[in-house]
């Protein structure tokens, strides 16, 4: 707690350089304080205050304020709802406990509470802490929604992020490792060099890649048992989710899907149907996603919350099933280079008397293909009704 | 007010209004307002009275803390250019109300008429209050005393539009409504003011322009000071034009001008409106102007049938209708026939509460939005239109037409909303709520009789 406590206390008074270009032009250095409709408020290091029209300022300074204010209001008030009861629900704002986003120096970079940060870019401890605020909201949106985190940490009960230098992108590669490791530069991270030094990037739409890719992240055990355009949708609506510092509001409707048509039951229904992989259409996948976490059954969210805690104990078991059919097939490899070994015209196989012919293991659910694996859990999302029923009931509540 | 240019292009800021919600404190307490800003550790909300109310976040529930949050920042446009290109848009929604107040005084912050001189230098004076913007171009400055009698004249009339039916529907210009005062008739002729004139709204440069002489100003040791003809009830017409801004262009002249003149008329003296006393005011306004100077002007109640009738649809070509030169009414009859008739219709009419002039605001308040997004839209048109004319493929004909080879395509002028968005009857697309099934005589009728009534009297 100490240490946080010294973050708080230090982080100094903000004061910066403003440029103003309208009435008299000039620059001097003052601290945001806030806006009083058109005016921005300022205090000068003097401890002077003053208002003066935004529009007189430079660009930047506009965009510094746009994205400085919430994190001003929010400082100002106390954070709701810190540690709330895991799978609460997206009712209520949430906010992460400061003590999960306090880092400590390792080895290879730094790690908060769940995730480890492994960099070669000397970061200053506030942006250290920033970036880990950044991430520890988006685990604590899993924590909070009925689904809960749907991932295992990969490295010592950490989430590992590699952030990479600009230039080492191979844009080809996937952004996941084998080992699980999240792969993204470090420009992508929400983060900006100012004066030689990587700092946090204030203006909103900055860190929404870091959001989107840690909300993927935290589904990694789901994907494959579940349709294809559920984790893709489900991180991008959690990436939807505004967030202020470690502060977030799960309740809002994502503000993309303010602006785009709203998907008829006929669109809806083409994601229940198996198809090509491709053949989804984003925004509509991120409409059905928030129809099941908001509208269908309020903060409870039973239909999806049941898939995905099916798909998450179905995890283990189909890595054992695997594990289990690989010895399997080399049993069967081998009883088949048996010298009393002999095919049948039928394909079938016969042995000598006395071989042990082991026994096919069970997979936890039946299934003809691999490819069938995403969608033998849908019936939970669909609970026995047809696809165009429950297409129609999404479509109506998404039209309201 | 005055009209330029053959189409009114008003650019009105995309005017972005911060809602109305309710918000509650650490006590229950609930009040209306919207978000306008956030100072230290203090919301600022405004009231549909215009009143600012400063409330520390931490006494505001747990919703409205978050309101605030995620909204502070659309109180930002982060499109707004820097200074005197486009207009900031601000967080005032349209403030009305459904009456008027019977007493206004010293309105929210101008007990003491707070004003700032931000820049003095010969020829060029610069002052503010709170919301509006003052250039003095004259040699001296002006008084204390008269500068803030200056200012509560512009800030008194604000905060009473704001509490009335008429509303106050105009977005400042980075901030500030500007008001340029000339020192002599000369200047102010220089600077656009017409002739005959004692002030003038521009509506396409937003800007209120009114000579220190129509003020009853004189020059003494230490600036201008009052002398014996001091006035500035002069002023109150011309605001009134200023703050229903957006809304001109689809109100019919006879409203705007009676409006202004209904504003006028309410008596105000040392930063107090009375509208208590406007219907003796209104009589004397009447008998005045049936007497002396005006007499020639005639009895303006047989005019009601002329001022409201739509100006006849032009062709194309033919040059811009004006009341002054075309009409059969003379100016000074017709803004004294637009105040008894705005009258009428404020108080008299049907329930005599105003309601179809109520309903008749709200549905322009309704339009306007359409009719500055169909003003942009055209605008756009013009400009791609011009370009297109100046291609060399592009021949002029001499019956004023063009011609073009036909792999070039000439750009498609947009539809307007309603037949009559470009013509002069712009105004009077609405007027059905206000006749409300009445033909034009019976309206006359009922008018002169509800006025008469008040010994409001034609003829007499």
Same mark, same amino acid.
């Given at each position: ?10 982080? $100094? ?44 300022? !430079? ?7 746009? !994205?400085?204010? $919430?994190?001003?209001?929010?400082? !100002?008030?106390? $954070? ?43 970061? #200053? ?35 590992? *992020? ?23 530069? *470090? ?137 289990? !059919? ?31 012919? #082991? ?34 009931? *999404? ?6 | ?68 949050? /995620? ?94 039916? /008429? ?128 007499? /020639? ?6 005019? =009601? ?58 549905? =322009? ?63 009077? =697309? ?23 009534? /008040?010994? =409001?009297?034609?003829?007499?």
């Amino acid at each position: 707690m100490r240490l946080i406590w010294l973050l708080l206390i230090t982080t $100094p008074a903000f004061a910066r350089e403003w440029t103003r270009e309208g009435g008299a032009a000039m620059k001097f250095q003052a601290e945001l304080r806030g806006i009083d409709g058109p005016n921005v408020l300022l205090r000068a290091p003097d401890g002077r205050t003053a208002a003066f029209p935004l529009a007189q300022f !430079a660009a930047v300074d506009r965009d510094y304020v746009r !994205a400085r204010l $919430p994190g001003l209001v929010l400082d !100002a008030m106390t $954070p709701p709802n810190v540690g709330q009861k895991a799978g609460a629900g997206w009712g209520r704002p949430l906010s992460v406990d400061p003590a999960d986003s306090a880092v400590s120096e390792t080895s290879d970079g730094f790690h908060s509470k769940h995730f480890a940060f492994q960099t070669t870019e000397k970061l #200053p401890p506030t942006t250290q802490r920033d970036l880990a605020e950044a991430c520890e909201v988006i685990h604590e949106i899993f924590r909070v929604a009925p689904w809960g985190v749907l991932a295992t940490p990969t490295h010592e009960g950490h989430f590992r *992020i590699a952030l990479l230098p600009q230039g080492e992108i191979d844009a080809n590669r996937n952004v996941f490792d084998k080992d699980g490791t999240l792969r993204i530069p *470090i420009g992508a991270a929400g983060l900006q060099q100012l004066g030689g030094e990587w700092v946090r990037d204030e203006r909103p739409e900055a860190g929404r890649h870091l959001k989107e890719f840690v909300a993927y992240m935290l589904q990694r055990d789901v994907i494959g048992l579940v349709p294809p355009w559920l984790p893709d949708a489900l991180a991008d609506c959690i990436a939807e989710i505004p967030t202020v510092g470690g502060t977030a509001w799960c309740a809002e409707v994502p503000a993309k899907l303010q602006s785009t048509a709203k998907p008829s039951a006929a669109e809806v229904e083409k994601l229940f149907v198996r198809g090509e992989p491709a053949s989804f259409s984003k925004e509509h996948a991120l409409a059905v996603v928030h129809g099941f976490t908001r509208l269908l059954d309020g903060r409870r969210a039973r239909q999806i919350t049941n898939m995905l805690r099916q798909a998450m104990q179905d995890r283990p078991k189909w890595e054992a099933f695997e594990e289990d !059919a690989q010895k399997y097939d080399a049993d069967w490899d081998k009883l088949k280079k048996l010298p009393g070994a002999q095919k049948l015209d039928d394909g079938s196989y016969r042995f000598p008397p006395g071989t042990h012919v #082991p026994e096919a293991p069970k997979p936890p659910h039946a299934f003809e293909k691999g490819d069938d694996l995403p969608w033998l859990l849908l019936p939970l999302l669909l609970e026995q009704k047809t696809p165009s029923a429950v297409a129609a009931e *999404i479509s109506a509540q998404l039209a309201k | 007010m005055m009209k330029k240019s053959l189409f009114c292009l008003l650019l009105a800021s995309t005017a972005f209004s911060a809602e109305i919600r309710p918000w509650t404190d650490a006590r229950g307490n609930q009040t209306q307002a919207v978000l306008r800003g956030f100072d230290g550790g203090d919301v600022l909300l405004q009231n549909a009275e215009g009143k600012t109310l400063r409330v520390p976040i931490k006494n505001l529930s747990a919703d409205d803390q978050g309101h605030v949050v /995620l909204n502070i920042s659309t109180l930002i446009d982060p499109s707004a250019a820097p200074i005197s290109s486009t207009p900031l848009p601000v967080s005032v929604p349209v403030m009305a109300r459904t009456t008027w107040p019977a007493s206004l005084t010293a309105p929210d912050g101008l007990t003491n008429a707070d004003y700032v001189e931000l820049q003095s230098k010969p020829g060029r004076h610069l002052y503010r209050s709170r919301r509006f913007e003052y250039v003095l171009h004259a040699q001296d400055k002006l008084t204390p005393a008269v500068m803030k009698d200056v200012a509560r004249v512009f800030e008194g009339t604000y905060e009473l539009l704001s509490q009335s039916p /008429l509303g106050v529907q105009a977005q400042p210009v980075n901030g500030y409504f500007r008001a340029e005062l000339y020192q002599t008739m000369d200047t102010y002729h220089a600077a656009g003011g017409p002739p005959g004139s004692g002030g003038v709204y521009v509506r396409d440069e937003k800007v209120f322009k009114v000579p220190l002489d129509s003020l009853g100003l004189k020059r003494g040791t230490n600036g201008y000071t009052r002398d014996d003809n001091f006035e500035l009830k002069t002023l109150v017409h011309e605001i009134t034009h200023m703050m229903m801004h957006d809304i001109l262009p689809l109100l019919p002249r006879w409203l705007i001008e009676g409006s202004a003149e209904y504003v006028e008329c309410i008596p105000y003296k040392s930063g107090t409106f009375r509208h208590s006393d406007l219907l003796a005011s209104v009589q004397r306004y009447n008998k005045d102007r049936l007497s002396g100077r005006y007499r /020639l002007s005639g009895p303006p109640l047989d005019f =009601i049938r002329n001022i409201i009738r739509p100006p006849l649809a032009r062709k194309a070509g033919e040059i811009r209708y004006d009341w002054g030169e075309t009409s059969p009414v003379p100016q000074v009859g017709f803004y004294h026939s637009s105040m008894l008739l705005t009258y009428y219709f404020m108080h008299l009419d049907g329930d005599g509460k105003g309601t179809r002039l109520l309903k008749f605001l709200d549905a =322009i308040r309704a339009e306007q939005p359409k009719h500055t997004a169909f003003v942009k839209q055209f605008e756009a048109y013009r400009a791609s239109m011009d370009e297109f004319l100046k291609k060399p493929e592009v021949k002029k004909l001499p019956d004023g037409r063009f011609e073009y080879p036909n792999y070039l395509k000439a750009p498609e002028a947009p539809q307007p909303p309603h037949p009559d968005y470009l013509t002069e009857r712009l105004g009077h =697309i609405h007027m059905g709520i206000l006749l409300d099934g009445r033909t034009d005589a019976q309206l006359q009728q009922e008018a002169a009789t509800a006025l008469l009534k /008040l010994s =409001i009297q034609a003829n007499p």
